[in-house]
């Protein structure tokens, strides 16, 4: 059996996982959420990129992955060359959808909603200057939204007014009234995707990038040479590096994902914190 391993801060990345489990239903998928430093979007970069890497060369090493998905917008924009770099492992990555929303936008201004170190990196600058050169960016850091889709995935309903209130932050800029489309630069608010339709501006398409990269995360599978044949089978893992408080209200959705009732375990980041 063929081996992925989807990587995130929190949850955001299990809805890349459902999109893969959709694709390649044969496929064991590992989970690793690096809880301990939750949430990305407000760790400073240097730490944060070392971390990012130590961590993932362990998980690595060992559940032996033949592809490895970044489930994180900051993770990705801040580490994935870096992780190319010193492991000889596929990397699939998940990038703000900048040329697709370029791409569908009749008004000429798009927006994003990200962490908000995503936000202020030179990597967005970058991809806007690349990808959408004839286009105004709007984009919004969005500190409440992760906390808000972790509550989600937990069955909780959000705040509308708190939702509003983050939205606002984007539509509510200087020429905000023209976004017609929003990207979605932050794998967690797939899980608040359809209250955001629901309290955002009617007129608005949303852009969520997870099928495309469950779907190259395929691609990039099918092309490589899988150690499957040559190890001992081994049970999907889903891991945290601390253990979350309120593990009984997480395993429903992990359920409905596909993961025993007995998957998750704690993957010790104590050397990396050592490290750091």
């Known amino acids: 059996m063929a081996r992925i391993l989807a990587f995130d801060s929190g949850i955001g990345g299990l809805g ?4 893969i489990r959709d694709l390649l239903p044969g496929v064991a998928v590992d989970y690793l959420a690096d809880t301990a430093v939750f949430p990305y979007g407000e760790q400073p970069d240097a730490p944060l990129r070392h971390r990012i890497v ?14 490895v998905v970044v489930g994180c917008n900051t993770a990705s924009t801040l580490a994935l060359d870096s992780l190319r770099t010193a492991y000889d492992v596929p990397f699939v990555g998940c990038v703000p959808p900048i040329k697709w929303a370029a791409d569908h936008t009749r008004t000429g201004t798009i927006g994003l909603l990200a962490t908000r170190a995503t936000v ?25 939204l ?15 007014h708190q939702l509003k209130t983050e939205l606002d932050g984007l539509f509510g800029q200087t020429g905000g009234d023209r976004i017609d489309v929003v990207g979605i630069g932050c794998t967690h608010y797939t899980f608040l995707l359809d209250a955001m339709r629901e309290t955002g501006p009617a007129h608005v398409t949303w852009l969520d990038p997870a099928p ?3 779907r190259q ?10 150690t499957a044949a040559s190890r001992s089978p ?8 601390a253990m979350p408080p309120d593990l009984p209200a997480l395993m429903p959705g992990l359920r409905r994902l596909g993961y025993a ?8 980041s104590e050397d990396v914190a050592a490290d750091s």
Do not use: N, W
């Open 16 to 19: 890349i996982v459902g999109h």
């Open 54 to 67: 130590t961590l993932l060369g362990q998980a690595i090493d060992r559940l032996k992955p033949d592809v």
């Open 120 to 144: 202020r990196r030179p990597y967005l600058r970058d991809l806007s200057t690349r990808f959408a050169p004839d286009c105004t960016l709007l984009a919004y850091g969005a500190r409440g």
């Open 146 to 160: 992760a906390d808000m889709a972790e509550a989600a995935f937990r069955g909780r309903s959000p705040d509308r």
């Open 212 to 214: 495309a990269v469950a």
């Open 217 to 226: 995360a395929a691609r990039i599978l099918a092309r490589c040479s899988t």
């Open 234 to 241: 081994m049970a999907e893992r889903i891991c945290f590096t």
């Open 261 to 268: 009732a007995d998957a998750p375990c704690l993957f010790s």
